[in-house]
């Protein structure tokens, strides 16, 4: 496998993003101007308490969700500019997502489900790509297995393999481990760290655990819909200051 195509420039920009959404009691303001920029390749730990806009911010970035206002490019595309079908390829080409609750089909085999991406993209080669992915992740013998056949340390490992299994540029984790005991999470997170570093893929960690925002390079907290800190700033900021 090849590593995923990179560009000059970020892979990700974000300026004065707002995200909205309606309620019985209004209009509730979730995002409230995050302005981002991430770098190919770069590992970034995002934390911050519930209900701080984590997980609404992924969303964004992968295209699940459109922005209120402000602007959003991810692998040099405007998202807002895209109709739901390219955004659905966006996704399909660029973006691999892992959420906390594996989000596997519990019809398909492992197999079947880490092809789907691929077999929606065309790939003739499809389950032959599928079954390197499940053996890249140590599940080589489970390949005719369901879901529910799977513990829940395997059912995340076909959820990693699935969103590799296209080389996208981007992977968005969404509390990888927030379902695993704390040994069965280590080890996805050190397989999904080690496929990071394989294929030179961006990683945005989504997580409550600072221990494990700490394995990336890079931690932003995001606090009542706004970016409270970032270590690439306050680094940028002691260089500037050591001048």
Do not use: W
């Amino acid at each position: 496998m090849d590593k995923p195509n990179t560009s000059a420039g970020p892979l990700i920009e974000a300026r004065d993003l707002t995200f909205e959404v309606g309620s019985g009691a209004g209009r509730v303001n979730i995002l409230r101007g995050v302005s981002l920029t991430i770098g190919e390749g770069e590992a970034v730990g995002i934390v911050g308490p519930s209900g701080s806009g984590k997980t609404s911010l992924l969303m964004l970035l992968a295209g699940l969700e459109r922005a209120s206002s402000g602007s959003l490019s991810v692998a040099g595309r405007d998202l807002a500019a895209l109709d739901e079908d390219a955004l659905a390829r966006f996704r399909r080409e660029e973006v691999g997502i892992v959420f906390q609750s594996f989000h596997l089909v519990p019809t398909m085999t492992a197999l079947e489900n880490v092809a789907l991406p691929l077999e929606f993209a065309g790939d003739e080669h499809a389950f032959t790509r599928a079954e390197a992915a499940l053996k890249a992740v140590g599940l080589g013998h489970r390949l005719t297995h369901y879901p529910g056949q799977l513990s829940g340390g395997e059912q995340q490992r076909v959820a990693v393999a699935r969103a590799f299994v296209a080389l996208p540029r981007l992977i968005l984790a969404d509390e990888p481990t927030g379902n695993l005991d704390r040994a069965t999470g280590l080890a996805v997170m050190d397989l999904l760290f080690d496929l990071r570093e394989k294929y030179g893929t961006t990683l945005i960690l989504i997580t409550h655990d600072p221990a494990l925002a700490a394995r990336c390079e890079r931690q932003v907290q995001v606090q009542d819909g706004l970016i409270a800190a970032d270590s690439a700033a306050d680094a940028a900021r002691q260089a500037e200051a050591a001048e």
